[in-house]
């Protein structure tokens, strides 16, 4: 069996940037950062930070993104990042699962408060009581009661059933072990194998993997065309951003390059910068109450949360702003040797994002990201 090095697993972290609150004022008059503009503040963060690779969108409604990508794709090659390269966004794939799990609801396949021992009544005899009454909202906030990971060690030390649908039933199954020791509800704890069981979910109610429901229900209508899942590259070819490491070493050809496939649905997607600026676009529509993929009255519980314990909405996005009816979305997420970073103000019609294909928090691509949030934040208040 081979071990797996990855030293932590896709996850959320916030800087003291993100809790400020975004004031901004481009209007029609004043557009903003134009796109040579940011070209040139991509250089110049790579160049202070020096990391390979860094990719920014810049999203206003009603007008046209603002995206660039600078650098390349591995250090010591010549090949340059392109618009069409996909960046790991690692646990920014959590809202994508929360969005099809709202489709889900709509359908009138599943409730935002079924619990698991309806979804899965085959495992439900064998599990603590606690954790039969966990439903998708408690998953969605990370106020189930699951740990951060519980049987997806097994995962990380190489274990596979084959494909992701079955390493996600096994997931499920091997719930069994755990032990609960906060009712739902109850306690924060960010879970990436909540965010397992809420793909598993999807497979069930949706009948069809968490990938093709993603695929259908998500990317086809958005126009989404530049996207894949895991690590990205084929061997030794760097066709895709290669991931580094926090010292800005290349992983090695034969290195692990990516958490495992169960991982699938809390974070392992890859979108061209312009591709995750439709994916952000979508967002803001539905945080705002405007026409999009969900009912208004659908995506208004969306950007909630039912428990106070938890920073998370129902959709995945953390709630940071501290200003009263005024709703600012951010999230973060790394493999430890990618990083992304987005954050959405609705009622500004704004958004940015950052993308880098080097490390994880604390190091020059977590750095360079949230340097480059905090000029983008300023440049748009002139």
Not at 116 to 135: M, S
């Amino acid at each position: 069996m081979r071990m797996l090095r990855l030293a932590s697993r896709c996850c959320v972290f916030l800087a003291p940037l993100l809790l400020m609150p975004v004031r901004v004022s481009g209007d029609d008059k004043n557009p903003g950062i134009a796109p040579a503009e940011l070209t040139a503040l991509l250089e110049k963060a790579r160049a202070k930070h020096d990391v390979p690779a860094l990719a920014a969108g810049i999203l206003r409604v009603g007008a046209k993104p603002c995206v660039a990508v600078v650098g390349v794709r591995r250090r010591g090659d010549e090949a340059l990042a392109t618009a069409d390269d996909q960046w790991h966004l690692g646990s920014n794939t959590k809202p994508m699962t929360a969005l099809l799990i709202a489709l889900l609801i709509e359908m009138g396949l599943l409730d935002w408060d079924t619990p698991l021992e309806q979804i899965f009544p085959e495992h439900a005899d064998q599990w603590h009581a606690d954790l039969k009454k966990i439903t998708p909202q408690h998953l969605l906030t990370h106020t189930s009661g699951l740990p951060g990971l519980g049987p997806l060690n097994w995962f990380l030390l190489g274990g596979t059933d084959g494909s992701p649908l079955k390493d996600r039933e096994r997931a499920v199954k091997s719930l069994d072990t755990l032990k609960m020791t906060k009712k739902p509800g109850e306690k924060y704890e960010y879970s990436n194998l909540g965010y397992v069981v809420l793909g598993a979910i999807i497979d069930r109610r949706g009948k069809a993997p968490w990938e093709e429901q993603l695929e259908k229900k998500i990317f086809q209508p958005l126009g989404i065309k530049h996207w894949s899942i895991g690590p990205g590259n084929a061997k030794d070819a760097a066709t895709q951003p290669w991931p580094h490491k926090n010292d800005g070493k290349p992983v090695a050809a034969d290195g692990v390059m990516d958490n495992p496939q169960v991982l699938n649905s809390a974070g392992r997607v890859r979108l061209s910068v312009s591709d995750y600026t439709s994916f952000l676009a979508e967002t803001l529509k539905l945080a705002r109450g405007d026409k999009g993929l969900l009912k208004p009255a659908t995506a208004q519980k969306l950007f909630n949360n039912p428990y106070a314990v938890s920073p998370h909405t129902l959709s995945g996005w953390l709630s940071i702003s501290k200003q009263p009816n005024k709703l600012v979305l951010a999230h973060d997420g790394s493999n430890t040797m990618n990083y992304c970073t987005a954050i959405l103000a609705p009622d500004q019609k704004l958004a940015f994002c950052v993308l880098t294909n080097q490390g994880g928090p604390g190091g020059p691509g977590n750095r360079a990201c949230l340097d480059l949030l905090r000029q983008f934040r300023e440049q748009e208040k002139r």
